[in-house]
């Protein structure tokens, strides 16, 4: 049988897409098994050959709360993620203003060298830190994590922001001016209103980059300040049967930022890109 | 550009020509107050825990022996460099990282051409593509462990089991490989997102007319494709090997750098001796190493890309 070339061409998409379909269900598949799991009890999440179907309980999301206080390392997350956000935006803002519309010759090399701060690996100054937030008293605080979530994030915060309002217009905020507009009215009555939504994306980037952070929370908390990262690296050492509360637990901690990530991803590669891929 | 432009209303306006030195006096002192607090923050951030570490990586310094501070040179280098952990941790560092980035890069570019294709549900596709990415490392790894290659109960000994195979026990058998599949399933996904966007800006008109003159699907990979993604996988490149040089939480949660030193990166050989061996002059010798390395891996980097990235911001 001859096919046009027509048929050709629609057979070849169809089965090009059922590979594509293939390729996503392979690596969606241990987030699929991990929220299936966590609806299991702990004798049939063991069980072998696994169960594809069974009796959904709830059990293992109410015994996480009980046993290990999930709320607590959530609330964790929530402050040290929320907090080192919002400061790293009241700096990031500013700077990026004023490299966007009043470039200079030091401009561009300023913001290579904040890109150049992120490739000081974390073990190189991991001593000092300790031993400062030790003899400080900030070890195992969320004070201690805020300052540091606030500065490692900061030049992809700088750079992300500095994208977006390099897109603005500068006749906008001339006009403004001429207006007689101080340089925060400016800011906050022109500038913020037209970029809400590159600020936003840049916001949900930082709270994702935080909430995901796993060197430092690792090292520096214990239990007063542990954020979720820390709680499910404590189950690493297993009490008997654990996959179940484990997969539960798992599904809580990522399911907030899996919901932005998927909301914003168009928006998250500037920044993720530093700009370079829109 | 602005400059420009507020002379040229300057000129417009003599009697504003006085004004003009207060202008840019006016942006210096802004540029001042703008930038400075990040510019400062960050140097504070790289200095002050930088020069402690060179500090202490030339004292004798172990917090069970507290007291004796004595200056001994470089002998914590040399200690450093000739324990049996450094030459694994340095190889598994470049194994991992050289691993992890050709994996995404190969597959993420392959991925991302072909989720290019307008097919149903290509939407709900790259979703479940991208989304490993916003899973926190620590979940990622103990999941792949305990879900999927766990020699009991896991899915891939389920699989080896439907197949007649005996189930393989990953990470006693074949560590490193099972870290580099839990951190490339971490990352693959971050270069199919970048390379995926970056795809959507591909010209269509210039695909259409090379087809038009005869050029075949490999030809036009080739020659349109691969050109138009060379900056974002710059970008990929450059970034995961940020992120790939200092993998801790993988190795920590899984197999604690064992058996032996097969999965000891550096990140984990100096987290060892810091915050298990009490050993602070000795991990902050390794700690400067691993700053070196990454200074080179960044100089080459920012050499190659880095350019690029202002070039086009602007």
């Avoid at chain 1, 009241?90 to 913001?111: C, D, G, H, N, Q």
């Avoid at chain 2, 392959?110 to 294709?117: E, N």
């Avoid at chain 2, 792949?144 to 891939?156: A, D, E, M, T």
Wanted: aromatic share 12%; proline share 5%; net charge neutral.
């Amino acid at each position: 049988m001859m096919l046009t070339l027509k048929q050709t061409r629609q057979l070849r998409t169809f089965l090009l897409g059922l590979l594509a379909w293939a390729v996503g269900l392979v690596m969606f598949f241990p987030i699929f098994w991990m929220i299936l799991t966590s609806f299991k009890t702990e004798l049939a999440a063991f069980a072998s050959p696994p169960e594809l179907f069974f009796t959904p309980t709830l059990e293992n999301y109410v015994e996480i709360q009980q046993r290990s206080g999930y709320f607590s390392f959530a609330w964790n997350s929530v402050v040290v993620s929320f907090g080192s956000t919002i400061i790293g935006m009241l700096i990031a803002v500013p700077a990026a203003y004023s490299m966007a519309f009043y470039e200079s010759k030091r401009t561009k090399s300023t913001l290579l060298w904040m890109l150049s701060t992120k490739m000081l690996p974390p073990v190189g100054v991991l001593m000092p830190i300790y031993l400062l937030c030790k003899n400080t008293g900030l070890l195992d605080t969320r004070t201690a994590l805020v300052i540091i979530y606030t500065l490692i994030n900061l030049p992809i915060m700088v750079w992300m922001v500095y994208s977006f309002f390099k897109e603005i217009p500068k006749d906008i905020l001339e006009a403004a001016r001429l207006d007689g507009a101080t340089p925060l009215q400016e800011i906050s009555r022109v500038l913020l209103p037209i970029s809400k939504g590159g600020l936003a994306s840049t916001m949900l980037l930082s709270l994702i980059l935080s909430w995901n952070e796993a060197f430092w929370s690792l090292n520096l908390t214990a239990s007063k300040a542990a954020p979720l990262t820390a709680l499910i690296a404590s189950y690493s050492s297993p009490e008997g049967l654990f996959w179940a509360k484990l997969s539960a637990v798992s599904t809580l901690a990522c399911a907030p930022i899996l919901i932005i990530g998927w909301l914003s991803q168009k928006q998250l590669v500037r920044g993720l890109s530093f700009g370079a891929v829109k | 550009m602005n400059t420009t432009s507020l002379d040229s209303r300057t000129t417009q306006q003599p009697e504003d020509k006085a004004r003009q030195g207060g202008v840019s006096r006016y942006e210096n002192r802004l540029r001042l107050a703008t930038v400075s607090p990040s510019v400062l923050l960050l140097l504070v951030w790289m200095i002050v825990p930088l020069a402690m570490t060179i500090y202490f990586s030339t004292i004798r310094y172990n917090l069970l022996y507290p007291g004796e501070n004595d200056f001994v040179g470089l002998e914590n280098f040399y200690y450093f460099i000739t324990d049996a952990g450094f030459l694994a941790g340095a190889a598994n560092t470049l194994i991992l990282v050289g691993s992890v980035l050709l994996i995404s890069v190969v597959l993420g570019v392959l991925i991302s051409v072909l989720v290019d294709i307008d097919f149903w549900g290509r939407g709900l596709v790259r979703v479940m593509l991208i989304s490993p990415f916003f899973i926190m490392p620590t979940v990622s790894a103990l999941v792949w462990k305990n879900l999927l290659l766990h020699p009991v109960s896991g899915i891939f000994a389920a699989i080896w089991r439907f197949f007649g195979a005996t189930p393989v026990d990953w990470f006693t058998h074949y560590p490193m490989f099972s870290i580099i599949m839990i951190v490339s399933w971490q990352w693959l996904p971050f270069a199919i997102l970048i390379l995926m966007t970056a795809m959507q800006s591909l010209d269509q008109e210039q695909k259409d007319a090379a087809r038009l003159d005869g050029a075949g699907p490999l030809a036009i990979f080739w020659h349109i494709t691969l050109p138009h993604l060379s900056r974002p996988i710059a970008v990929v490149v450059m970034i995961e090997t940020i992120f790939l040089l200092s993998v801790f939480a993988e190795i920590y949660t899984t197999t604690s750098g064992g058996p032996g030193y097969e999965t000891t990166n550096l990140a984990y050989l100096i987290y060892n001796q810091a915050l298990l061996q009490f050993d602070v002059g000795m991990a902050s010798a390794g700690g400067l190493i691993a700053v070196v390395i990454a200074n080179i891996a960044a100089f080459v980097l920012i050499r190659l890309i880095g350019k690029n990235l202002t070039d086009k911001a602007s």
